[in-house]
């Protein structure tokens, strides 16, 4: 007959709960390494990785695993681990609640019952529920206990997600969340089985518990409110103005909390996190990928709103589609970067990303280096671009409207179809330029320089403001009114806010660092109300073409060998005056072409763009351009250099007069339709 097996053996029972004590201890262990080895690895993420989306390198295992990956499937599996450890910790506390109620039933003796629970394993859950311990020592445990299974697992998720935050991606963020909410649910049905219930498993009452209710709500409202990327809705949806965070005016929350002053001492956020990328003064590429690659990075159609790059390194980088909205990419080195628009496929819409454009609305470029960088159609509204370097950019149907591009050099640019109204470009230099369909109404354009410029009947000019400089630009604009359809004030009017919000900050910052004894004088380019003063005079297009004119006759009679009247030297021959205007013109397109450290940038716009037509004289230029100190052939592409030499063949037309070529072909053609600039254009845009 077998043994009659008694239930109540305590012997039997202390030794299932050492087993599962040792079980639990291990697993306990076991998910406090996966916690640190976690901790480490997302530790060691910067915006550096974030920016050029580097691999997750897991420490010990040697493996890599895309970054995105990693920070949306790493949280999940730790939720698991957490979830199973609390599993077996509830099936240990009932053991224990078991042990305990034999051991008062079968040992009356206090004494005794002491005497038995040492032999109890060392396990902290075991010793808390099941131990002799008091006082201190009982409160020594249950901290260390709720340390490991609540605080250290909430902390390490609200880690994931602080530090994944200056990525910009939504679906990951909610990914995060809502891993925080679940662990919150699994916290509050286990820590109190646990602690107080003896292992039954319930939701217990949140008015029981009002510290833990309000903690738990303000965990999840932090995560959700204030732990928000810039520009998402939830971030934006309360403004705060804190004496110690954001003292100067009232900002969404999370932008208070996590998008507050660089520090550009040390390169990053003053505050320990952000909620944007902050590489200042960073070389993001390599130079080899610049010399022997098209594209050393792509970033296409990524969320970089508000990043700060500063300096920053980012050669011929791919941003087709980015959003790139407030970023700060003033005095970077983005020369053939790339911001153009792309089909996104499916339906079109108006925003990003829908669009398929590159947005950078409100953001600041100033003193950038942009030779060569396409501009595409890209969303330039309201941006800042005071004294960047522009010098043979593409800037096709690019929507500039209420841009500041002050003092920048826009030379040999391509502005076809650009739209330019309520555009600050005081003391632009545009030589070379195409203008071509391209809408300035409103604009300033206080001494503008436009040698060699291009526009054309379609160029909108009425309503602006200032006196431009039009000597030697090929064709005059004319002063019509506009056929197209009228620009949408209440836009312009918010990206004209955009304008104010970025001179703002660049007149602070740079209002910090003068040093000079009238800084509003020195640092007018960043005042409003310096551009209102003037728009008090509308520019008068019949005076600057008069004035036009007056400078071609004083540059042919500088050249006039026979030293007649310039007016009479062009009537009695007519040949020469326009041999001297080609020559005249051929000179600025050499003194363009030659220029020291972006020659080839401008050349090869000078050739898409059709500047470089038979109105000059091309045996001259030709002959130029293969001098070796002219920089002007340096880095040109086969098909361009194909282009140049066809146009630079001797032609029985070369230097024929304005009139006659603007009727040419080769002049007259819309850049878009010019197969080397459509043939570029489509590339950067696929």
């Given amino acids: ?27 306990w262990i076991s998910f406090l390494t996966f916690a640190a080895y976690l901790t480490v690895t997302v530790g060691s ?3 550096e990785s974030l920016f050029l989306e580097k691999a997750i390198r897991l420490p010990v295992l040697g493996v890599d695993l895309p970054l995105v990956a990693f920070f949306a499937v790493a949280p999940f599996f730790f939720f698991l681990f957490h979830f199973y450890l609390f599993l077996q910790l509830v099936i240990l506390v009932r053991k224990i609640t078991t042990y305990n109620t034999v051991l008062h039933e079968k040992v009356k003796s206090v004494k005794n019952q002491a005497l038995l629970r040492r032999r109890l394993d060392t396990f902290l859950i ?9 006082g201190v020592t009982a409160s020594l445990l249950r901290v260390i206990t709720w340390i490991t299974l609540v605080g250290l697992p909430i902390a390490l998720l609200l880690q994931f997600q602080v530090t994944f935050l200056p990525y910009h991606s939504g679906w990951v963020t909610w990914v995060h969340r809502g891993m925080i909410l679940a662990d919150l649910m699994l916290i509050w049905i286990f820590w109190f089985a646990i602690n107080h219930d003896k292992g039954d498993l319930h939701v217990p009452s949140l008015r029981h518990h009002p510290i833990a209710s309000a903690v738990s709500v303000l965990v999840v409202a932090f995560s959700v409110f204030v732990m928000a990327y810039a520009g998402e809705k939830v971030g934006q949806l309360a403004n705060l103005k804190l004496p110690w965070l954001c003292p100067e005016q009232s900002v969404p929350i999370a932008d208070c909390f996590f998008h507050g002053p660089v520090n550009m001492v040390r390169g990053r956020p003053r505050a320990y996190f952000s909620n944007v990328l902050v590489l200042p003064y960073k070389k993001l ?20 709103a508000g990043a700060v790059l ?23 080195n983005a020369r053939g970067a790339v911001f153009n628009c792309a089909d996104p496929g499916g339906g079109h819409g108006d925003g990003w990303p829908d669009d398929g454009c590159t947005w950078l609305q409100g953001a600041s470029l100033s003193s950038a280096q942009l030779q060569g960088a396409w501009f595409v159609k890209a969303r330039l509204q309201g941006a800042a671009l005071i004294e960047a370097q522009l010098q043979g950019a593409y800037l096709i149907g690019a929507q500039l409207q209420a841009s500041v591009l002050t003092y920048a050099d826009l030379t040999a640019a391509s502005l076809y179809d650009a739209e330019l109204q309520d555009a600050y470009l005081v003391g632009a230099k545009l030589s070379g330029a195409t203008l071509e369909n391209a809408r300035l109404e409103k604009a300033i354009v206080e001494d503008c320089e436009f040698p060699v410029a291009r526009f054309n009947k379609e160029t909108q000019i009425s309503g602006t403001f200032g006196n431009p400089n039009l000597a030697f630009a090929q064709d ?4 019509e009114p506009s056929a197209n359809e009228p620009y949408n004030s209440e836009n312009l009017a918010k990206f004209a806010q955009m304008r104010r919000t970025i001179l703002q900050k660049l007149y602070n910052e740079e209002l910090e660092k003068s040093t000079v004894s009238n800084p509003k004088f020195a640092l007018r380019m960043f005042l409003g109300s310096w551009y209102e003063g003037l728009k008090k005079h509308t520019t008068d297009w019949v005076q600057a073409k008069a004035a036009m004119s007056k400078v071609w006759l004083r540059a042919i009679d500088s050249r006039n060998p026979r030293k007649s009247d310039p007016v009479t030297a062009q009537k009695d021959d007519p040949a020469g005056a326009r041999a001297i205007q080609a020559a005249i013109l051929t000179d600025k397109v050499i003194q363009m072409a030659c220029t020291p450290g972006y020659g080839s940038d401008i050349t090869r716009s000078l050739i898409q763009n059709g500047i470089i037509s038979d109105r000059l004289d091309l045996p001259k230029l030709g002959k130029a351009l293969k001098d ?32 006659e070529s603007s009727k040419s072909p080769s002049a007259s053609s819309n850049v878009p339709a010019n197969s080397a600039l459509s043939s570029g254009v489509a590339s950067h845009g696929k």
């Fill in 1 to 27: 007959m077998p043994a009659r097996i008694d239930p109540k053996d305590l012997s039997a029972l202390q030794t299932s709960v050492n087993d599962a004590s040792s079980r639990a201890g291990a697993l």
């Fill in 45 to 47: 993420v910067n915006h």
């Fill in 126 to 134: 075991v010793q808390l529920l099941g131990g002799e311990h008091g």
């Fill in 285 to 304: 590429v390599d130079n080899d990928d610049v010399e022997n690659h098209k594209t050393t990075l792509s970033l296409r159609g990524r969320d970089l």
């Fill in 310 to 332: 500063i300096g920053a390194d980012l050669r011929k980088i791919d941003f087709v589609g980015a959003n790139l909205n407030n970023a700060r990419l003033d005095l970077a």
């Fill in 476 to 479: 005059p604009p004319v002063d």
């Fill in 628 to 659: 070796s100190k002219c920089e002007g052939l340096a880095d040109l592409s086969a098909s361009d250099r194909r282009l140049l030499q066809a146009s630079t063949e001797t032609s029985p037309n070369s230097g024929q007069d304005v009139e």
